[in-house]
């Protein structure tokens, strides 16, 4: 079928899409929680004639579908389904039923979008080989996809390759960004302890400052990046949390720093990590207090293959036309846990543009909100891409 088909029969189901993303935005769930949204998936899979498969990393959803052009490589669409724990600031009709919980990602347009192209392909299969749609959980910090490639997921679905989408606000409605390499960067968090003498606030030559040595840690580390990074190498390293003392004429014992990396060059990691290290104990000595520093995995850097990019370049020109694919968009220092998945198999992760959001806002914002007026592009292009990559 030729895009025009595709883009055409998603818009007749336009409305019907609405419904499921305004449904799934206003019952958001986190990580690891996506009980209910699985459920909405697994139904509707049902209806397509797809037989859900559940249970990889708790709260998955994956169906497998069969092109009538015969055999063919196996390639899998991605979608991620959890909300985020921020209490939604909009008053539309579908909001956020959830106290304290609300799609401010986008991932209920994201599971919307993969749907509605399961819809398309299952009713015109038209393509050799086979299409996995993975209905992905706990991408917001919980690395669902690390944990389904833990479980087992290429054992049981051997896909050639992967392919990925994210909504992107500040990118117009009809414009798809494609990358050749990096998409969106690595990141690792940390947690430090400044510990000393507490004392009274008016006496304070009889304890250790840990208020003053963590304000002092704050501006040291940002010397990490500008001078012990090269400067061609893009790196972040944000202090995001400062917690010391309950009492106004204290001055506590602790204090604790927590906050993130972010790289695009997995060796990086390990430089930023020994100077983090250095200069924190510097910084503790010059107090005389002692000093702890704990690291968390997050994310690898997402580096998309050039081929499977490519591929997802001329998908999108077919629908938008070459001029509204953008090849040299800056990558994000925002991490994505599709990374996983493309440590294994080549594949690639592309943003389709979400328009300037309401007030501009960015994701993560109270105030977000996917745009509805891109479900029939995003079911479209997942429909081209397949049908192209496994052309019969």
Known sequence: MDTESWLARARARESVWRSWRHELHAHPELAYEERRTAAFVA??????????????????????????GGDGPMIALRADMDALPIPEANSFAYASR???KMHACG???????????AELLAADPAFAGTVVFVFQPAEEGGGGAKRMVEEGFFERFPVRELYGMHNWPGLPVGQFAVHSGPVMAGTERFRIALRGRGTHAAMPHLGDD????????VQALQTVV?????PLQAAVVSVTQFHAGHAFNVIPEEAELAGTVRAFAPGLFSRIREELERIGRGVAAAFGLSFRIEWDEGY?????TAAEAARCAEAAAALVGAPNVRRNEP???????????????????????NG??????????????????ILPLGAAYWATLATRVLAA
């Open 226 to 230: 500008s001078r012990r990074v090269d």
């Open 300 to 304: 690898p850097p997402t580096i998309n």
């Open 98 to 100: 959830e106290p304290g």
């Open 210 to 217: 840990v208020v003053a040595a963590g304000a002092a840690l």
């Open 43 to 68: 139904d509707r899979l049902r209806a397509f004639g797809l037989e859900p498969i559940e249970g990889l990393a708790g709260t998955s959803v994956v169906a497998v579908l069969r092109g009538r």
């Open 107 to 117: 991932h209920d347009g994201h599971t919307a979008m993969l749907l509605a192209a």
């Open 356 to 373: 300037p959001g309401e007030g501009g806002c960015l994701l993560h914002s109270p105030h977000y909100d996917f745009n509805d007026e």
């Open 331 to 353: 990558p994000s220092m925002g991490a994505e846990d599709f990374a996983f998945f493309l440590q294994h198999r080549p594949g690639a992760y592309v943003w389709i543009g």
